[in-house]
């Protein structure tokens, strides 16, 4: 299973960004896909999910109104679409694949393949 993670940079405070994220060896439609982030110095944390079926979306609060998460699944691929970006949402995002089922999909444990991360830095 590969997650390809792509779309990230610099940006400046207000500036929207468009992540991407690439999976094979998988059958994309049957898993839930997240998308996480990490600051320097901090412990990984939940951004936004999006379940195989419905597809019901989950995000975070800080970053609810701010993000968008959606799916392609004839593509295999999951999107984050990020707007006004702000200084503190510089991070290495993550992607990540989970098989589905009754699981909480805002927790790492729920995922079992993870991207490589890109890396979004927002200046003030």
């Known amino acids: 299973v590969q997650l390809q993670a792509c779309g990230g940079g610099l940006v400046q405070a207000g500036d929207s960004l468009r992540l991407s994220c690439a999976a094979s060896?998988?059958?994309?439609?049957?898993?839930?896909m997240g998308w996480f982030r990490q600051a320097p110095g901090k412990e990984r944390e939940f951004v936004a999910a999006i379940r195989w079926s419905d597809p019901t979306t989950y995000y975070t609060d800080s970053l609810k109104g701010r993000v968008t998460i959606s799916r392609d699944n004839a593509k295999n691929t999951v999107h984050l679409q990020m707007s006004s970006l702000k200084p503190e949402d510089t991070a290495v995002y993550y992607c990540?694949?989970?098989?589905?089922?009754?699981?909480?999909?805002?927790?790492?444990?729920?995922?079992?393949?993870w991207g490589q991360g890109t890396v979004v830095t927002v200046s003030s």
């Open positions: 060896g998988l059958t994309f439609s049957t898993y839930n």
């Open positions: 990540a694949a989970g098989r589905s089922g009754f699981v909480d999909v805002r927790r790492l444990s729920a995922y079992a393949y």
